[in-house]
């Protein structure tokens, strides 16, 4: 049986007052039947680490550069969010594809960066509205997944896939658990043909997951957890996912 994981991506929220008190509140909650992290913006690691050090929660980062250093100016590696005890890195989320155009391979070198230094990316993959009505859907999370897997290769089976339906992120337009235990279905289905490890591997579904929500899409059989953006940013929310995944 997989554990479940509910991840938060903060996405561009807090200040050290508010993330003081969303972390004491998450901590304070604890224990969970289930893995849990927040994903914090990059000057907020510092503190997160210190917030959370002690106990099982972890925390993470939003984004990572596939390089490892150099003139890149801006942009963060994957071993600065491992010294700041970064036990994953979210790669590929649709606004870094929709508004700095991240390409697939991109994606897939950011997260090959990420688990080089024994981090574990968690790959979003996703179509938009367009795509979801002219029947693209399952060719394009599977064009995105492809990437990765190809450029992973033998490493494929310790990555965390995150599947985000564009039309319903921050819109209040769940997917149906039908919906997106269909599309689980087929990324399961596509990493058995590239990896051993599919069946322990950790599919997070996300798109305006909330408290009254969680526990049906978290009891579809290939969903194996969230990825939360505003619910994330509230602890009596993020608690409640948490408790509805285990
Ligand atoms: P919402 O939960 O706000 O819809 O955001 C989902 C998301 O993008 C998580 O990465």
Redesign the pocket.
């Known amino acids: 049986m997989r554990r479940k994981l509910v991840a938060g ?1 903060w996405k561009m929220h807090g200040n050290h007052k508010a993330n003081a008190e969303l972390l004491a509140g998450i901590a304070a909650a604890r224990p969970f039947g289930c893995d849990v992290a927040v994903c914090v913006p990059f000057p907020y690691l510092s503190e997160t680490a210190v917030a959370l050090a002690g106990t099982d929660l972890r925390w993470g980062a939003q984004d990572c550069s596939a390089h490892e250093q150099g003139a890149y100016t801006g942009e963060v590696s994957v071993g600065m969010l491992a010294e700041f005890g970064c036990r994953y890195v ?1 790669v590929g ?3 870094r594809r929709q508004y700095h155009h991240e390409s697939d391979q991109l994606v897939a070198d950011k997260a090959k960066a990420a688990l080089a230094r024994g981090v574990t990316p968690i790959v ?1 993959v996703g179509e938009t509205l367009a795509e979801r009505d002219t029947g693209q859907t399952e060719v394009v999370v599977k064009r995105q997944l492809s990437a990765v897997i190809h450029t992973l290769g033998h490493c494929a089976g310790e990555m965390v896939v ?1 599947y ?1 339906p564009v039309w ?4 209040g337009r769940t997917a149906t658990p039908e919906q997106a235990q269909a599309v689980h279905a087929v990324l399961r289905a596509q990493l058995q043909a590239a990896t051993a490890h599919a069946a322990t591997m950790k599919i997070l579904y ?4 909330k408290p009254d929500n969680a526990a049906t899409l978290f009891a579809q059989p290939d969903i194996d957890g969230g ?5 994330s940013l509230k602890a009596a929310d993020f608690v409640a996912i948490c408790r509805a995944a285990g």
């Open positions: 991506n979210i989320h649709s606004e979003c995150a985000e319903a992120i921050g819109t996300g798109g305006s997951v990825l939360i953006g505003g619910a």
